[in-house]
């Protein structure tokens, strides 16, 4: 895995230290000696012919700057210091951090990448190229497959996605989150006018129940591949949950009081836990079609943006 050091002006203390320590052509040396193995300093001094002691003021040089790793191992006399390079390059930014902006991440998941489900017939996976295992088997929904699904069916039940949090936003709350999916009922073949009360949860919490009113197959879906029947869904409706402090809305119409602030985002520690599917009590529990972006009429998967609010000012 590519390891990067990012430096910028602002913070000029370590972009010093990375200065120094890359101002010298014996420290250069180092790190191309070292470039895909570890080293003990005495091993390093001989490769390149200099003193032992005057190696270590450039190892620690190196190191002070974040450039590589020191470790201690037991050597035939004792303790010795095992190097090895810790970072791949440097990246320095020239201009200076705006804290005023908002900063935001977005991750888009799969269809079939979920990791939690509850499936009912009819049921089903398709990738872009055909029908994943057997139509209206419930045991095939975990075959290491659905990672290419780009349409998933189910008449009832839920799946739920685990998007992942980038470390360095781990704990804090987000001004807002954005969530969009394309979706429509599920019944046998198609059924234009078969609703489902669609509800999505998040980490837990019920964020909102839509209400999708057919399962469409009248047309082709806009993207859906030429090998998928006529007479089978074809396209959903593409949803939008915005949630913010003021408020859980969907396409813009806000639908209850919960803030970004009720769906515990800071005590997670490695992800945001999404939830789609229909409650046991629904009104209408008419199942779900979810469509990813070689299917239907929407060219995306399932998205989630976070909305960061002045997140350089809290570092």
Known sequence: ????????????????????????????????????KSAGIGEIASALGIPQSTCAVHINCLENANLITVETAPGSHGIKKICSRKKDSISIKLTTPDNNLDFSTSISMPVGAFTDSEIYPTCGMCSSEGILKCEDCPSEFYDPERFSAQLLWSSAGYVEYRFPLTEQYVGIVPKHLIFSFEACSEAPNYNESWKSDITVWINNIEA?????????????????????????????????????????????????????????????????????????????????????????????????????KNLNGQN
Request: proline fraction near 2%.
């Open 208 to 308: 909102l129940t839509l209400r999708s009113l057919g399962d469409y197959g009248a047309r082709k879906g806009r993207l859906s591949p030429s090998w998928w029947n006529i007479g089978a869904t074809q396209y959903g409706l593409l949803y939008t949950i915005d949630i913010t402090d003021e408020g859980t809305f969907l396409n813009k119409e806000k639908k209850n009081e919960r803030t970004i602030a009720d769906y515990g985002i800071e005590s997670r520690k490695a992800d945001i836990i999404i939830r789609i599917g229909n409650k046991d009590d629904a009104q209408f529990r008419g199942g779900f079609n979810i469509f990813g972006k070689g299917f239907g009429d929407f060219e995306q998967d399932l998205i989630l943006t976070l909305i960061y």
């Open 1 to 36: 895995m590519s390891k990067f050091l990012e430096l910028n002006t602002r913070d000029t203390a370590p972009l010093l230290a990375a200065a120094k320590a890359l101002s010298s052509p014996v420290r250069l040396e180092i790190l191309h000696f070292i470039d895909h």
